[in-house]
């Protein structure tokens, strides 16, 4: 007999399945499974919707027969073979990314990239700004004004303070009834803000060392949670930027949707918006209508290495 499961943690050839009671079971896949376009290190990730048959009730293993086709996925390049991807998870709802303006600093630099990453696996995003208890009055006027600016171009920002309690109510409604992918660098507060909504839950932030994870086994696999019925959160423990995978520079753009709005507009359709006559985007900078910083973030990723192709 077929069962449908969720595929909430994957250790390389065994997954865990969750079955729709609640259940988990040990999978492991039986036969061959591609994705069009390009390879694949793992044929299934973490919100991968699967058919399996029970295999040993005492023991609790299962055989995965059938994948869903996923609504989304976000995928890295392999680090042990360059040209495979390597899936990090499926089937997201949205993501979040939590910031920090205090200590550890988060650069805008780092947001944008995120941003970028998830727009090109067609993921929201919302922006969570915590630790806002620690900013001084100076510290909490840039806060609005770095929250104003993103929630212009569409993403809804919170602020919070997880030690303290602001805007976690925000932060848990936000998350409800969705599968949702966490994101944010270490100690910003990650799991302080987790634990105040799921006490019970002990999210593994930091039990993957980045710098024990820099030699050569540096696969990581994400985590989902369940947090309430149909509300999961996905870690990624040790994954520290998404990146792009095989993204031209010219598309770089089209990710970032104040930019996006005005790629017709521009003289040339080829513009990199770099030092083009009649850019579209170059104006809108000067003019204010885009954000220095934003197009700073933009000239960072066409001159850096994080297009990858
Ligand atoms: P993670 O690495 O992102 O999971 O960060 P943690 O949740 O472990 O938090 C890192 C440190 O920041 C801990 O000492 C927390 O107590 C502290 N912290 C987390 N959130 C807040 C906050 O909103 N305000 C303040 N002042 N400290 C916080
Ligand atoms: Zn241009």
């Known amino acids: 007999m077929k069962n449908k499961g969720l595929i909430i943690r994957s250790t390389g050839s065994w997954y865990d399945i969750r079955n729709e009671d609640g259940h988990i079971y040990q999978g492991r896949l039986k036969g ?23 295999e040993d009730e005492i023991e609790n293993t299962a055989v995965i ?3 869903s086709d996923r609504e989304n996925y976000i995928i890295r390049q392999s680090v042990h073979k360059t040209a495979h991807g390597h899936i990090i998870a499926a089937n997201l709802d949205q993501a979040i990314l939590i910031a920090t303006l205090a200590m550890p600093r988060t650069s805008l630099g780092f947001i944008d990239r995120f941003l ?18 620690i900013l001084n009055e100076e510290g909490l006027a840039y806060q609005q004004e770095i929250m104003d600016l993103y929630e212009r171009i569409g993403y809804q920002c919170i602020s919070t303070s997880a030690t303290e309690g602001a ?49 050569v086994h540096t696969t990581t696999f994400a985590e989902m949670f369940e947090l309430a019925p149909n509300t999961y959160i996905i870690d990624t423990p040790g994954i520290k930027e998404l990146g792009l995978m095989n993204t031209a520079k010219e598309e770089v753009s089209h990710y970032f949707p104040e930019m996006r709005d005005r790629l017709n507009q521009c003289r040339f359709n080829n513009c990199l918006h770099y030092n083009e006559p009649g850019c579209a985007i170059k104006e809108a900078v000067a003019e204010g209508e885009i954000a220095e910083s934003r197009y700073m973030s933009y000239l960072s990723m066409i001159e850096g290495g994080d297009n990858r192709r």
């Open 65 to 67: 027969t059938d994948i």
């Open 32 to 54: 061959k499974f591609k994705i069009k376009g390009f390879k694949v290190t793992n044929p299934i990730a973490v919100g991968d919707r699967v058919l399996f048959e029970v």
């Open 116 to 133: 970028v990453s998830a727009e090109s696996f067609r993921i929201l995003t919302t922006i969570i700004f915590n630790k806002s208890d």
């Open 167 to 215: 805007g976690v109510e925000a932060f848990e409604q936000l998350l409800d009834q969705k599968v949702t992918l966490l994101s944010g660098h270490s100690g910003v507060g990650k799991s302080t803000l987790v634990n105040a909504i799921a006490p019970d839950l002990n999210l593994r932030t930091n039990e993957v060392s980045t710098f024990a994870n820099k030699g």
